[in-house]
């Protein structure tokens, strides 16, 4: 029963690469989100996907691009990697947006470290 | 603006003690506010949803409370455990459905033996 998965769990990278964080999920949820945590803030929303072909802007979506490949799986990309990007990234599902008395579900994070 | 507020930052507790963690909101419209855990290295884990007309909700040695009128909630930890040491975030929904989530900076709870 995995939940939400995320590979890979830790990257360094250097500044003006690109890499590609993956995100799937069993639970046949509709929506599935992308966050940053970093120190002393709460999370905060990139993109997110309310279904399967859909996605949205979330609060900070600059120097991010997302893909909803299928129901299962939802990708972040990072163009060219700046040092501001260095974070933990989550990335959530939960049944539907706009459900907001259902859960998110979110996996164990990311942890992306920009040089 | 909407804000979640948490207080304390982090709090030191010996094991078997109580605590209570603080959560202030400046949401609107409000649509439910939930506690989530995040251990060490984990991703949060729901504990506790609470809708504009609960006032107390209870999970295992976690009990919940929420005051609409004076936009507070609060959780409390009854006879602490090593295993409860995480971090605690507030998280508020918005507008209908509660379509927009913002999230508290969350509470770091260290249980010592």
């Known amino acids: 029963n995995a939940g939400v998965t995320q590979t890979p769990k830790f990257q360094v990278l250097k500044t003006g690469q690109s890499m590609t964080l993956q995100c799937a999920q069993d639970?046949?949820?509709?929506?599935m989100y992308w966050y940053r945590q970093d120190p002393g803030m709460g999370l905060r929303l990139i993109y997110y996907s309310a279904s399967e072909g859909t996605t949205d802007k979330g609060e900070v979506p600059n120097g991010y691009n997302v893909s909803r490949l299928n129901k299962r799986e939802f990708s972040l990309r990072l163009e060219s990697a700046a040092p501001s990007q260095t974070s933990v990234y989550f990335c959530?599902?939960?049944?539907?947006?706009?459900?907001?008395?259902?859960?998110?579900?979110f996996g164990d994070g990311t942890r992306l470290s920009i040089l | 603006k909407n804000q979640v507020e948490q207080s304390p930052q982090s709090l030191i507790i010996l094991e078997g003690k109580n605590c209570t963690l603080q959560?202030?909101?400046?949401?609107?419209?409000?649509?439910?506010l939930r506690w989530y855990k995040q251990d060490t290295g984990r991703g949060p884990v729901s504990l506790t949803i609470?809708?504009?007309?609960?006032n107390t909700k209870s999970n295992r040695r976690y009990t919940a409370t929420l005051d609409a009128d004076t936009k507070q909630s609060s959780l409390h930890i009854t006879a602490s455990q090593l295993s409860d040491s995480a971090s605690y975030i507030c998280v508020v929904s918005a507008g209908t459905g509660g379509f927009k989530t913002i999230f508290g900076a969350g509470t770091r709870l260290f249980v010592k033996a």
């Open positions: 609470m809708t504009f007309s609960e």
């Open positions: 959530a599902s939960s049944r539907a947006l706009g459900l907001g008395n259902q859960p998110q579900h």
């Open positions: 959560c202030n909101y400046t949401v609107s419209p409000f649509s439910n």
């Open positions: 639970m046949n949820h509709n929506s």
